[in-house]
Nanobody, 125 residues
Framework: QVQLSESGGGLAEPGGSLRLSCAVS???????MGWFRQAPGKEREYVVI??????????HYADSVKDRFTVSRDAEKRTAYLDMSDLKPEDTGVYYC?????????????????WGQGIQVTVSS
């Protein structure tokens, strides 16, 4: 089974930038990856969904981050990155990477079976 581990994050000022990394290990197959976040007192929500690398398709960004966040992959390092720019206080929360088996795109967290431990992102002056 796939294992995921997030790193990066921390504290940023409004308008600043952070990079999150998600390292993948263990057995993998055909899967879809997503970045999710959960703010205090709120439901977990998707940030961006990455189609399987074996199939064509665009990245699917949430409207709230579409013009500010960029996701990328490094196949050699088996790592995905989330570059966050123009950060806002409402971006504060715990960020997770997650995967689901297959190629179908879903936006709800309960469709994803493998999760990283989560990493805190705080945007505050």
């Amino acid at each position: 089974q796939v294992q995921l581990s997030e790193s990066g994050g921390g504290l940023a000022e409004p308008g600043g930038s952070l990079r999150l990394s998600c390292a993948v290990s263990g057995t993998t197959g055909v899967y879809v990856m997503g970045w999710f976040r959960q703010a205090p007192g709120k439901e977990r929500e998707y940030v961006v969904i990455l189609p399987s690398t074996w199939y064509s398709g665009d990245m699917h960004y949430a409207d709230s981050v579409k013009d500010r966040f960029t996701v990328s992959r490094d196949a050699e390092k088996r790592t995905a990155y989330l570059d966050m720019s123009d950060l806002k206080p409402e971006d504060t929360g715990v960020y997770y990477c997650a995967t689901r088996r297959g190629v179908s795109i879903y936006y709800v967290p309960d469709q994803y079976s493998s999760w990283g431990q989560g990493i805190q992102v705080t945007v505050s002056s």
